[in-house]
């Protein structure tokens, strides 16, 4: 009997210990100095490696409890993948509700591309605001990365993790420029790069979105006549000047930009442009314009001719 009573004892001794182990494992928080602590579960990972992350990262205090624990809930499965930030300590119940309900936990970092901006302030607002772009490159060196993408930079208000590193930001913009040009049916890169710089020139010269489909049309019948375009916007984007900064002096600069020289487009886009430049540069206004002005007031005057045109200088320029 006593042989009984000491087998029954130890094993009840034995399953209050395991439950005490699982209560541990599974309801108590693990606490460490280096919250927030950021887990990245990737397409494809395996529970273990899941599991070992967060024993690793001491999210959870044990992996097989873990690992054993959602499969049990039937759960392992639905583990969504991407970046989460753990803020907090949370019991294994709490970290399963946020991996398998895509609670990342971050916030979001805003940045907003705006129709016919250049390379110069999406290259600052994106390096200022992310700690993988700047201690990867030089300010410089991240400015010239962007220009590389100049005209293919959708205009849209996009969301980032604040981890996020270039290729993360780049996938994004990229999946949003070829989701919202597709429907111009584009299909070489030299029709597509030349409805961009068309499109990103009248972003710059034109004010009002009336007026894109007409000025359009200008740069077409210049360009058929083989008349230099003569845009300020260019050889201002080549410079950093304004058109009132602009001297007889720049004129004379050789540059692909300078198309007061050059005659046809400049060599790209001088920026990004959106869906009305983009719809105006495919779809120009037929018309007999070579030449355009803006008065003070953003309205604009066109002519035929340089008589014409000097004629609307005097009137809307010169008072």
């Known amino acids: ?99 398998v309900n895509g609670r990342y936990e971050y916030t979001p970092i805003i940045i907003t591309i705006k129709e016919g901006e250049d390379y110069k302030t999406i290259s600052n607002n994106i390096y200022n605001n992310f700690k993988n772009v700047s ?85 077409y019948n210049r360009l058929e006549k083989g008349m230099p375009l003569q845009m300020d916007s260019t050889l201002g984007y080549f410079t950093g000047k304004a058109s009132l900064e602009l001297t007889t002096k720049d004129l004379q600069i050789d540059s692909p930009y300078n198309t007061y020289k050059v005659k046809g487009l400049p060599s790209g886009p001088i920026g990004n442009p959106g869906d009305v430049a983009i719809d105006a540069a495919i779809n120009p206004d037929k018309n007999d314009y070579i030449f355009f002005l803006s008065d003070k007031d953003g309205v604009n005057h066109y002519a035929k001719t340089y008589a014409e045109h000097l004629k609307n200088r005097k009137l809307y320029l010169n008072k």
Not at 12 to 31: M, W
Not at 51 to 57: D, E, F, I, M, V
Not at 80 to 98: A, D, Q, R, S
Not at 200 to 208: C, D
């Open 135 to 219: 201690n990867k490159y030089t300010r410089n060196d991240f400015s010239m990365v962007i220009k590389y993408k100049e005209g293919y930079l959708f205009p849209e208000t996009y969301n980032f993790p604040p981890f996020a590193n270039i290729e993360d930001i780049f996938k994004k913009i990229d999946q949003e420029f070829i989701d919202r040009i597709k429907k111009y049916n584009l299909t070489t890169f030299s029709e597509l790069n030349k409805v961009l710089t068309i499109a990103s020139i009248l972003e710059k010269e034109v004010q009002k979105p009336e007026d894109m489909k007409i000025v359009s049309g200008i740069i």
């Open 1 to 99: 009997m006593n042989k009984i009573y000491k087998i029954l004892v130890s094993f009840i001794i034995v399953v209050l210990l395991l439950i005490s182990f699982l209560y541990i494992n599974i309801f108590t928080k693990v606490h460490n100095k280096n919250y927030p602590v950021i887990i990245e579960i990737e397409k494809g990972e395996s529970l273990s490696s899941v599991s070992s992350k967060l024993q690793k990262s001491k999210i959870i205090g044990n992996e097989f409890i873990f690992k054993n624990f959602i499969q049990i809930m039937n759960q392992d499965t639905k583990i969504k993948t991407g970046e989460y930030t753990f803020k907090k300590p949370l019991n294994v119940i709490e970290i399963v509700e946020k991996l």
